[in-house]
């Protein structure tokens, strides 16, 4: 049993965008959000995941203190933004359009965020003629992902020794 992040069930796993997408949107973000960082005298930086499922998009952009070389998933606060758009059957190799079109959608919400503004259930809205489910939370996507590791290797070495 996995810790689920998305805002629907799906019988797939998913996969993820090419690594080249996630280095592109962290730079564009920790450069663009740099200025506000220095004007409110504030360590931060992000962390982006994104699962792209038959039905659905799933952003999850997360603002992390910023310790510079330090190991921080343990004790860092955080915010995290998790973004999902509705995919039709075979509309998922148009992903690309859609991240940067979520990206523009997200900005006004990080800089109200930086007040402690959070939304844990999933809510709906219209931008750009794309309907955009959003939530917000201060869960550590990070230490999420790492939990899901965990359990599925505890399930897998489970299922071994009880079948011996």
């Not at 996995?2 to 069930?9: F, G």
């Not at 998009?57 to 999902?84: A, N, P, T």
Request: proline share 1%; aromatic share 14%; charged share 30%.
């Amino acid at each position: 049993m996995q810790i689920s992040l998305s805002r629907k069930e799906h019988k797939d796993k998913g996969e993820q965008i090419p690594s080249k997408y996630k280095k592109d949107i962290l730079d564009l973000l920790n450069y663009n959000y740099q200025i506000i960082f220095n004007k409110y005298k504030i360590k931060k930086k992000f962390d982006f995941y994104c699962q792209l499922y038959s039905t659905e998009l799933l952003m999850i952009i997360s603002l992390l203190d910023d310790y510079g070389d330090k190991d921080q998933d343990q004790d860092s606060s955080c915010i995290s933004f998790f973004l999902s758009i509705d995919m039709c059957e075979g509309d998922s190799r148009k992903y690309e359009k859609y991240l940067y079109r979520m990206l523009d959608f997200v900005g006004p919400i990080i800089e109200h965020s930086l007040d402690d503004f959070t939304c844990e259930d999933w809510s709906e809205v219209e931008s750009n003629s794309l309907k955009i489910f959003y939530k917000i939370s201060r869960e550590n996507i990070a230490l999420t992902l790492h939990a899901n590791r965990l359990l599925a290797d505890f399930v897998e070495d489970y299922s071994t020794s009880s079948s011996s």
